[in-house]
């Protein structure tokens, strides 16, 4: 933990040091508001490519995280999902989040973190970052009233785009996952839910988010005629080969690619990332997300638990507390 001095802090974040490696280690603090880390939360898809060094060479600089130090594949300081306490500057005490790493204290320009909405608890606040993923998918999906969906894969971004796509009026939203234990998950957000053997019927939208090449070919499989199959996993250096010789061609099915480093081009006169940022924490007033967060750690132990987590597919988001 930092010594807390005005004249000397010593904060420890951490790093990612060889494959399946993480080490607290001592980081820079950086300048501008000091802020006391009480949550953050662990990305399983992103950070467990990252933790493996699976981030391809020519994608390196596209996936740096916002504040992150070192580079690709290591050591890195790696994270972007943080809730923290601001600890001096006028407005001492506000809840903040900010896309940062695993770190305990840190500095930021005050205009940086953007403040909790009121109703947004800081332990929830830590899936900021994955609604505003979901957020765009939803987007670039251009799913709307009424329509058939199904999204392939009942991770944390996966359910956010279910349980976003199942508010609009007279939508019917289907969660596909290989893990029975989803489908309490897909109830409480408002979705149906099937195994991918059970999955049936034409979609008019589908959402391949299992980062598996099993998951895209099922979604291509469901597409209705002329439907839109969307690709929001990140499959880091694993090649995917896709069954393009059928349905693919003969239902003229189109097929995109969602990431959140980029806004869709239609809305980038009127929203910006600081925007969408804010407008996903307001969107986490719900209790039911709370379903979500499937562990909760110390940061202490991270060293020790850190690769443990990212390996194991009952992970949602674990939440990493700070004293």
């Known amino acids: 933990m930092p010594h807390k001095t005005q004249d000397t802090l010593t904060p420890s974040a951490l790093w990612i040091c060889a494959p399946g490696e993480a080490r607290l280690l001592p980081a820079d603090i950086g300048s501008g508001d ?11 898809g992103t950070e ?6 699976n981030v391809p060479t020519r994608e390196q600089d596209n996936m ?27 407005n001492v005490g506000e809840m903040v989040f900010a896309l940062y790493p695993h770190q305990d204290m ?8 953007i403040p909790l909405p009121p109703g947004v608890p800081p332990a929830r606040a830590v899936l900021a970052a994955n609604m505003e993923t979901a ?46 234990a989803r489908g309490a998950l897909a109830a409480r957000l408002g979705c149906d839910f099937a195994a991918p053997d059970r999955l049936s019927g034409d979609y008019d939208v589908i959402v391949n988010a299992s980062a598996s090449a099993a998951g895209l070919a099922l979604a291509l499989e469901h597409a209705g005629p002329g439907a839109t199959v969307v690709e929001a996993s990140w499959h880091g250096t694993t090649p995917v080969a896709l069954p393009l010789g059928g349905r693919f061609h003969s239902q003229r099915l189109r097929l995109i690619s969602s990431q959140v480093g980029a806004l869709p081009p239609e809305r980038l006169p009127r929203w910006d990332y600081r925007r969408r940022l804010a407008k996903a924490l307001a969107m986490l007033t719900d209790p039911r997300l709370d379903v979500l967060i499937s562990g909760e750690s110390d940061f202490a132990d991270m ?15 674990h939440r990493i507390r700070y004293t």
């Open 64 to 90: 740096r995280a916002p504040f992150q130090e070192g580079a690709f594949s290591f050591p890195v300081k790696y994270g972007y999902c943080a809730v923290a306490e601001r600890a001096d500057g006028p």
């Open 303 to 317: 060293p020790r638990d850190y690769a443990t987590i990212l390996a194991d597919p009952a992970t949602l988001c």
């Open 48 to 53: 467990r490519l990252v933790l493996s060094g």
């Open 106 to 113: 840190f500095r930021l320009p005050p205009d940086t973190p």
């Open 34 to 44: 000091l802020l006391q880390m009480r949550y953050s939360a662990i990305s399983r």
């Open 135 to 180: 957020l765009n998918v939803v987007w670039d999906s251009a799913v709307s009233a009424g329509d058939r969906v199904a999204v392939v894969g009942a991770g944390v971004v996966g359910a956010l785009v279910g349980y976003l796509a199942a508010a609009m009026p007279g939508t019917e939203v289907t969660l596909c996952d290989l893990d029975p």
